[in-house]
């Protein structure tokens, strides 16, 4: 059974720091791309960081650049995403997705930046 699940959400201060974790399993997790994507109340869901099988090639979203890091420990069936200096408009749901032959979704862990 292919499970994602995320971990490390909550609510953090603004300029606060928090890692997201994502566990995946019931797949050869190294036969996939991975990325975290974000939906906040009442926006589309949106691509925030993806990394590549071998984690040699990341991307983020220009609202992120400099602020997350997506990383990935194959060995683990791992992928993180470290967010650091954290803004209010960086609250939403944030999901690990896999993309490879199938694409898997999980259910999202909440995080919310307020003072």
């Known amino acids: 059974q292919v499970q994602l699940v995320e971990s490390g959400g909550g609510l953090v201060q603004p300029g606060g720091s928090l890692r997201l974790s994502c566990a995946a399993s019931?797949?050869?997790?190294?036969?996939?791309?991975m990325s975290w994507h974000r939906q906040a109340p009442g926006k589309e869901r949106e691509l925030v960081a993806s990394?590549?099988?071998?984690?040699?090639?990341?991307t983020y979203a220009d609202s992120v650049k400099g602020r997350f890091t997506i990383s990935r420990a194959n060995a683990n069936n791992m992928v993180y995403l470290d967010m650091n200096s954290l803004k209010a408009e960086d609250t939403a749901v944030y999901y690990c997705?896999?993309?490879?032959?199938?694409?898997?979704w999980g259910q999202g862990t909440q995080v919310t930046v307020s003072s």
């Open positions: 997705k896999a993309i490879g032959e199938y694409i898997y």
């Open positions: 990394i590549s099988r071998f984690g040699t090639s990341t």
């Open positions: 019931g797949f050869s997790f190294s036969d996939f791309g």
